[in-house]
């Protein structure tokens, strides 16, 4: 015992005869400790809604509501806190993938009048309904070094740049069974991906049943969508990954990997078995015209519709500018053929080597079928609209592609210039390379400009592509060892203002000179309606730049239906794979009704 202990109770007896008096310490502030987890804060344009917050929450304390347009990575949903039912447990706070959730240290909250409804009262949303805690700087905040998220991207096996670049075999390995369940697994399951993809797969669920290891469920999800699986898993320009969660702060999801992974498990031969598709015939026929992405997918549909499908295609295999316009390094041809072969499949009849126009006229395949989709894609090269561009040594990207895939003989020479900055320019370089050739490639802007895909443009340099960014061709000559001379303008990008896109303006004096065996022109593709023809034609309504429809494809003649680039002019094949699946359920509207 100690002597305060012996002390203390005469102490407590002198307080007995004085005045009784209170001690004023309501009123006083009576702040919480600098990491105190009080009322909640939030970052309201740092947060996408992904509701990740509501869904780690114990007590159904949250809920996500909408305060905002939706746009493409953002929900437009907002986390509203009920403090009848927080425990303060932060948890919320670790898991945010923006990190746009915090807590103020703030505790107190005194509401004058309060009504019986205290639920409502007590509840309110971070950064959107404004409170005295708003601005406060201390409070809880998620620790540093401390993740409940896996932030690094499992790697994807490739070839070395050196195994690559003289080969065409694939380059992307895939992910073993370990290796997709441990990606797989660092999906939070948001579905911000799923509003930003085209097709609207869903995203979240075949990535669920790849790391429940249930292969045929994810390949079922993956079919109510999207009919190429195989293809997009390798070549989709993914913009799910662009908005993933998880790219706030660390590495997206390798969303595309992981469909490829789902493809390339199950055999052609066990599709039918695992899909179980019931189809029911009809009396109506659909005509396809084009086998590109938006042809095949619109064929898919409408033939588990039960309608009689027939696809007309000018080249000699399906697919498009999938096979015509992506070398085999990133598409195996077998790989293309197991998606087409499911389709085919299901009833629906291919017409290859059949040009519009010259082998049946637009007019018969309009008289005969009950509607017609048309989905050919952008196979006119534009040429680089200088003087010389007409030289036999210059040849398009698309022709380059083409021949290859054709297996047509190529001889570039030992030095090749490549014009351009696309997906196209990128695949002809890297095409050049592997047979042998020393690539250039001119492009007129900034790389950060280049609308090719990062990844193959980060491949090209490993490949020891050379690049020459800012450079304006001005015009080509024949040098007397039958090679070419292509002079260009060195340029500087001028801001346009208002937000524009800044634009390249040669420099005076500034000529430069690339010599080159053979010039491949790679800075974009049109159309060509030449074959459209006759009567059929009388109805359809011509743009500027292409056929005029509707949101669903559909033209000024109501039978007539349109998609792919020619469509949207996104140009890539996932963006033409939910062209056609939107037809097809327009198409399958207008012959129900039709009846």
């Given amino acids: 015992m100690i002597l305060r202990d012996i002390l203390s109770p005469f102490y407590v007896w002198k307080r007995a005869f004085e005045k009784p008096y209170s001690i004023n310490t ?51 949903l907002r986390p509203r806190v009920d403090y009848g039912r927080c425990c303060w447990c932060a948890l919320c706070v670790d898991i945010c993938p923006t990190g746009s959730l915090t807590m103020s240290n703030a505790y107190s909250w005194v509401e004058e009048g309060l009504d019986l409804d205290v639920r409502e009262t007590y509840c309110y949303i971070p950064g959107y309904d404004p409170k005295p805690w708003d601005a406060e700087e201390l409070g809880y905040r998620k620790p540093e070094g401390f993740e409940l998220l896996a932030l690094e991207r499992i790697p994807m096996p490739h070839l070395s ?36 993809c085209p097709a609207h797969m869903n995203i979240p669920g075949y990535i669920k049943a790849i790391r429940e290891d249930n292969i045929a469920e994810g390949l079922k999800i993956l079919y109510e969508t999207n009919p190429l699986p195989g293809v997009c898993g390798r070549v989709c320009t993914r913009r799910c990954e662009d908005v993933c969660a998880l790219s706030h702060r660390g590495d997206a999801i390798s969303i595309r990997w992981l469909k490829r992974y789902l493809s ?94 010259k082998d049946i006229t637009f007019d018969e395949i309009y008289r005969r079928f009950d509607s017609v989709f048309i989905s050919t894609g952008l196979f006119e090269p534009y040429r680089i609209g200088i003087q010389g561009d007409d030289h036999p040594r210059v040849v398009t990207g698309l022709k380059l592609l083409s021949d290859v895939t054709e297996g047509v003989p190529v001889s570039l020479g030992q030095k090749v210039v490549v014009v351009g900055g696309g997906n196209v320019a990128m695949d002809a370089a890297r095409t050049a390379l ?24 980060e491949e090209a340099h490993e490949e020891n592509v050379r690049f020459i960014f800012q450079g304006i ?52 593709q049109g159309m060509n309606f030449l074959w459209m023809e006759g009567e059929a034609r009388a109805n359809i309504k011509f743009g500027k730049w ?6 669903w494809g559909q033209t000024t003649d109501n039978k007539v239906f349109i998609g792919g680039d020619m469509f949207n002019r996104t140009a890539d094949a996932i963006t033409a794979i939910a062209d056609g699946h939107r037809s097809a359920r327009a198409i399958d509207k207008l012959l129900s009704d039709n009846k």
């Fill in 161 to 196: 740049s050196g195994e690559r670049k003289n080969s065409f075999v694939e380059m992307v390995k895939g992910y073993s069974r370990e290796l997709a369940i441990g990606e797989a697994d660092r999906c939070i399951q948001c579905g911000i991906c799923t509003a930003t």
């Fill in 546 to 551: 292409n056929i005029e429809a509707d949101r």
């Fill in 434 to 457: 592997r047979l042998g050739s020393e690539v250039t490639v001119l492009y007129r802007r900034r790389e950060v400009d280049m609308p090719a895909d990062r990844e193959e443009i």
């Fill in 26 to 76: 309501l009123s006083e502030a009576r702040p919480g400790s600098p990491r105190y987890r009080g009322f909640h804060q939030n970052d309201i344009d740092k947060c996408i809604g992904c509701g990740t917050c509501a869904e780690i929450c114990q007590n159904a304390t949250i809920d996500m509501v909408p305060v905002k347009e939706t746009t493409d990575g953002d929900s437009g």
């Fill in 264 to 357: 390339d498990c199950v055999e052609a031969a066990k599709y039918r078995g695992i899909m179980r598709q019931e189809i029911i015939p009809r009396d109506k026929s659909v005509a396809i015209i084009g086998a590109g992405p938006g042809g095949l997918s619109a064929a898919y549909y409408l033939a588990l519709q039960g309608y009689k499908v027939e696809v007309f295609e000018q080249k000699p295999a399906a697919g498009g500018m999938l096979r015509y316009g992506i070398p085999e390094y990133r598409l195996p041809y077998d790989k293309l053929d197991k998606d087409i072969d499911y389709i085919v499949s299901l009833g629906v009849k291919l017409h290859l080597n059949t040009c519009i126009g």
């Fill in 473 to 524: 061709p001005v015009e080509l000559l024949e040098l007397p060892d039958e090679r070419l001379q292509m002079a260009y303008a060195r340029a500087e990008m001028v801001d346009q203002g208002d937000g524009k896109r800044p634009q390249p303006i040669p420099i005076e004096g500034s000529r430069e000179i690339l010599e080159a065996d053979t010039v491949i022109a790679a800075i974009g």
